[in-house]
């Protein structure tokens, strides 16, 4: 298994919901990444997660909550986001922190928040 | 910090022809990573080639190549005999060997013309 899935692959929310994406790897990575991606924008990095430990949490707002369960997932919270906060929601994950062999990015998650 | 900086936002080429799409970057570090992504309308970032900053030897991989000017911060992608399924959005991008997270350029746009 060489992919990094996520799910679901469309999402509409209200800015009163609280949802999760979710982001699975088999392939004994143990670094994984959240990026959020805006239209003709290149992805941000959100959080960096390695060893299941939060590592870098690029400032983002407390409404996005991530968890590291164990070092097959990643989930990203969301509660009470506003409609800017609308994007791309890519999961990544790597070996040796990404320096050998770069990142592997799933087909990430559309979210709409109305 | 470090900065990514891709000053085409659009490139075309002719099918079967060459094309280069330059990126700077800018940086304190003397031991990092760069990498050259491909994102087609399916979202997918896909990884193209990587180069390690410690070698000079050029990243080859197969109809793609680099060119790595470390003393310049530059590292510039050449697409050669390009095809159909070349086109998408390119997305150079930096990753440190002290600290976590790639960080990536503002993306170039490539159309292939039959």
């Known amino acids: 298994d060489t992919e990094v899935t996520q799910t679901p692959k469309h999402l509409v929310m209200g800015m009163t919901n609280k949802k999760s994406l979710k982001c699975e790897q088999h392939m004994g990575h143990r670094a994984m990444y959240w990026y959020k991606q805006k239209a003709k924008k290149p992805p941000e990095l959100m959080f960096v997660?390695?060893?299941?430990?939060?590592?870098i949490n690029e400032s983002v707002p407390s409404r996005f909550s991530p968890e590291c369960p164990n070092s097959s997932l990643l989930n990203l919270h969301l509660h009470a986001l506003q409609p800017e906060d609308s994007a791309l929601y890519l999961c990544?994950?790597?070996?040796?922190?990404?320096?050998?062999?770069?990142?592997?990015f799933g087909s990430g998650t559309r979210l709409t928040v109305v | 910090a470090q900065t990514v900086t891709q000053s085409q936002p659009e490139m075309s080429v002719q099918e079967a022809e060459t094309v280069t799409l330059s990126c700077t970057y800018d940086t304190s570090e003397s031991d990092y990573y760069l990498f050259w992504y491909k994102q087609p309308p399916s979202r997918q970032m896909i990884l193209v080639i990587r180069?390690?900053?410690?070698?000079?030897q050029n990243a080859t991989e197969n109809r793609f190549s680099v060119n790595f000017q470390k003393a310049a911060k530059s590292f510039s992608l050449k697409i050669s005999d390009s095809q159909l399924g070349d086109a998408a959005m390119y997305f150079c991008?930096?990753?440190?060997?002290?600290?976590?997270?790639?960080?990536f350029g503002a993306g170039t746009r490539l159309t292939v013309k039959p």
């Open positions: 180069q390690e900053a410690y070698k000079q």
């Open positions: 997660y390695s060893y299941e430990k939060l590592s």
């Open positions: 991008a930096y990753r440190s060997a002290y600290r976590g997270g790639m960080r």
């Open positions: 990544a994950s790597s070996q040796d922190q990404g320096l050998t062999y770069g990142y592997t």
